[in-house]
């Protein structure tokens, strides 16, 4: 795979060519880290030529965009080809990554972006109100599956002890911007984490935890059969 990198004063254009698979994400983790280095945190991936991409190059996209997003910028996709619009939707990463369809709309979208905005949007919060109480406490999701969640509390809650029936909110952007709300009983509690079983959940809920269970599980057996 080739790549082309163009800077336009604070934000880089990198353009993708070719096969993007496990014998090039190496390469394209190094770019990414030079672009970082130069003071670059907010890139467009153009992926117009990329004929091919595996679970491991999307698993260097979103390292990526991680490690973009952490230093206060951002990073989207320009034009994606068929194959890589397709490997993408496969995984619900459409949801995850910002799509444009040329480089003009995504440069005006990351002008736009400040890192008030990305910390308010931060992917793994969950809200957990307490009955008859109107101030949340916030945690962060540190494990999922079909039946309990995990988090690591960001402060000390007596209010959050083994037993206690809350309501969760919290999002899981790989597969729909809107939130889940759901009812939970704390089984397992510390001062930093807390385990949930859900006690109440709406259909259309668990069947989208359910695919988010199954479709990273399955991404990142591929990931490790790819490396």
């Known amino acids: 795979m080739k790549m082309l990198k163009e800077n336009l004063g604070g934000l880089a254009v990198l353009t993708l060519k070719g096969e993007f698979d496990s014998f090039v994400t190496n390469a394209f983790a190094k770019e990414i880290d030079k672009v970082h280095a130069d003071g670059t945190h907010r890139i467009v991936l ?16 979103i390292k ?3 490690s973009s997003r952490g230093a206060g910028g951002d990073l989207v996709v320009s034009e994606p080809s068929p194959a890589v619009r397709e490997a993408m939707e496969s995984l619900g990463l459409d949801r995850l990554f910002a799509i444009h369809d040329d480089d003009e709309k995504a440069i005006a979208a990351l002008d736009e972006t400040s890192a008030v905005e990305l910390d308010q949007a931060e992917e793994s919060t969950v809200m957990i109100h307490v009955p008859k109480d109107t101030r949340p406490c916030v945690a962060r999701l540190t494990r999922l599956d079909t039946e309990v969640l995990e988090c690591r509390i960001t402060k000390p809650d007596d209010r959050l002890v083994k ?17 889940f709300e759901l009812s939970a009983r704390i089984e ?32 990142r057996k591929e990931v490790r059969e790819s490396t």
Do not use: C
Not at 163 to 179: H, N, W
């Open 64 to 66: 990526a965009r991680k």
């Open 188 to 219: 397992e509690a510390s001062d930093e984490a807390l385990s949930l079983r859900y006690t109440q959940v709406s259909d259309d809920d668990r069947a989208a935890i359910e695919r988010f269970v199954t479709d990273m599980g399955d991404l």
């Open 163 to 179: 037993g206690r029936e809350v309501r969760l909110k919290f999002r899981l952007p790989l597969y729909r911007k809107e939130f």
């Open 46 to 61: 153009n992926m117009r030529l990329v004929k091919f991409v595996n679970s491991t190059a999307l698993g260097a996209m």
